[in-house]
């Protein structure tokens, strides 16, 4: 099921380095780091990138990055009783997460 996951991160990011235009969405080198995260934090264990576990598709079209990033250190503060941990991240993996999820999002908006 990880395997699978990856893949599709894999693919997304794939899908976004052929997409252009506009101001764009992360470089895939800016996007890269962020599903490595994602993968190593095992955030696939639960959240699929098209639904469940907590929807990602569109996260960073419906918040803002500080909410992210504030989810992530404390999300039962958000949803009493939410089996999400409590990710003690750098700041900078936490803008790596966030690039990728934002890489995600822009390339699905801009299929056809």
């Not at 999400?84 to 750098?90: G, H």
Request: aromatic residues 8%; glycine residues 14%.
């Amino acid at each position: 099921m990880r395997e699978r996951a990856a893949a599709a991160g894999i693919v997304g990011l794939l899908a976004l380095a052929a997409w252009s235009g506009g101001c764009g969405p992360p470089s895939l080198e800016e996007a890269l780091p962020g599903a490595k995260l994602f993968r190593r934090n095992g955030c696939s264990g639960c959240h699929r990138l098209g639904g469940g576990g907590g929807p990602l598709v569109g996260v960073t079209e419906r918040r803002q990055f500080e909410w992210f990033q504030t989810y992530l250190r404390n999300p039962a503060a958000f949803r009493p009783g939410t089996t999400m941990p409590k990710y003690a991240l750098s700041d900078s993996d936490e803008r790596d997460l966030w690039h990728y999820l934002e890489a995600l999002d822009r390339s699905s908006s801009s299929k056809p």
